[in-house]
């Protein structure tokens, strides 16, 4: 595999071909974060407005000193000799934001990055052409403005720029963050397979998420060989698994999609967790980064409606997992908690009217997670409860009491999934699920976002144990 351990240790980026056609973008974006020296590199270019003079070029070999990294973003046909100089200046990693090379899908195209890869003659590691290239928060290398600059420990390699910048928007709504970002376009030289080798062996990363398009058949072997030695949780998004798509990747990134079966069947036998979306990618890291790897097996519910206790019951139990009666013990303590009628202490809780209790919501909930034989508490909230205006009976502890509820989970040690419905008063529940991923606590909106992944990080679980 391609040594990138230099990665973690990148102290000098230059922008090649930054413009003002494009306003300087993405030397702008860079130099909104970037810890370490920022070279503009561009020809034509002798002022760049709140950007220092002294650090702009005309070829990045006039530079004094180092380059570690280099960001290119000039015409396809100016790409050759721009790698011939940075190869000539010692730069360890370029990406290539420029397209129109093998993704073109014509002669030209294709050739065009076989030459790349000659002149690159492995002195130089590419990530690209036709991608966004690496986005690490630690050292505040960013091609996008207002990304996060907190660094974290997910990991996401994705072909498709498109994917990431919406994946690290979304952590910042998610409450988790990355500590590296790669994509990586064509992969004419650093691949699927070599950014997976490095993030499986990079000390700064727990979790890795990949979006797959593809990959050359040729590397199938090295891909297993990869798998086999990782010991961290993998979860996995194929693209182009249908007739329609596949079509699609061929164009989005000259991949060529592959047999699904053989791509399911890999991902079984190498334990990796299998999603359908992009938000799934991204709530199966939130669940990991919040709760860690955990056993869903028994399920208490807590619910205001008797009838969505019932919708959640069934889908629990659709996706594999139980509803079951408390232990005895457990259930004489909550038969002492309800005192409203319409209420039941039976699991699935309803609680009813008795929400505007809200005190002894919070006793209800952790007798309930007191439970040995409970894994995980799932609970509902409608947004609207969070308005006074609302109440039936003035509580005004109640948002304070709830909070206290959603933190349970943290004091027992055990998942609580709170769902709350952004019908009527969504700016509520957006507000909330704000302040709580803070703490570490996810909030969603939906039951279908979570509860279908519950079951397969439980097989990853069981999975590793019995290694």
Known sequence: MKDLSFINDIKSMAVIGTSAKRNFFFLKNHQESFKGSLYAINPTVKEIPDFPKENIYKSIKEVPGKVDFAFITVPAKQVLPVIDECVEKGVKLVSIFTAEFSDAGTKEGIELEKELLTRADNKIRILGPNGMGLFYPKLGIAWRGFFPNTPGNIGLIAQSGGMCNIAIYTSMELGFNFSKVFSFGNGAD??????????????????????????????????????????????????????????????????????????????????????????????????????????????????????????????????????????????????????????????????????????????????????????TLIMDMPSWYFDPKYYITRDTNFNENIEKVFKLGLKRYKPLFPIIQEAHCPEVSIRIARKLNQNKIAIYRNPLDFIPLLPKITIYKRKSLSK
């Open 190 to 375: 650093l691949d699927f397979v070599d950014l997976l080798y490095f993030l499986s062996n990079d000390p700064e990363t727990k979790v890795i998420l990949l979006y797959i398009e593809g990959i050359k058949d040729n590397r199938f072997d090295a891909l297993k060989e990869v798998l086999s030695q990782n010991k961290k949780p993998i979860v996995a998004l194929k693209g182009g698994v249908s007739e329609t798509g596949s079509k699609a990747v061929r164009t989005h990134t000259a991949s060529i999609s592959g047999n699904n079966k053989i791509w399911s069947a890999l991902f079984k036998q190498y334990n990796i967790i299998e999603v359908d979306s992009l938000e799934q990618l991204l709530y199966t890291a939130q669940i990991i980064d919040f709760y860690g790897v955990n056993e869903f097996k028994n399920v208490a519910v807590f619910s205001i409606s008797g009838g969505y206790g019932v919708v959640l019951v069934d889908l629990i139990e659709k996706y594999g997992m139980n509803v079951p009666p408390f232990s005895n013990e457990i259930q004489l303590k909550l038969d002492e908690k309800f005192f409203i009628n319409g209420t039941s202490s039976n699991n699935p809780l309803d609680v009813a009217a008795q929400m505007f209790h809200s005190h002894t919501l919070v006793e209800i909930v952790d007798t309930a997670l007191s439970d040995k034989k409970i894994d």
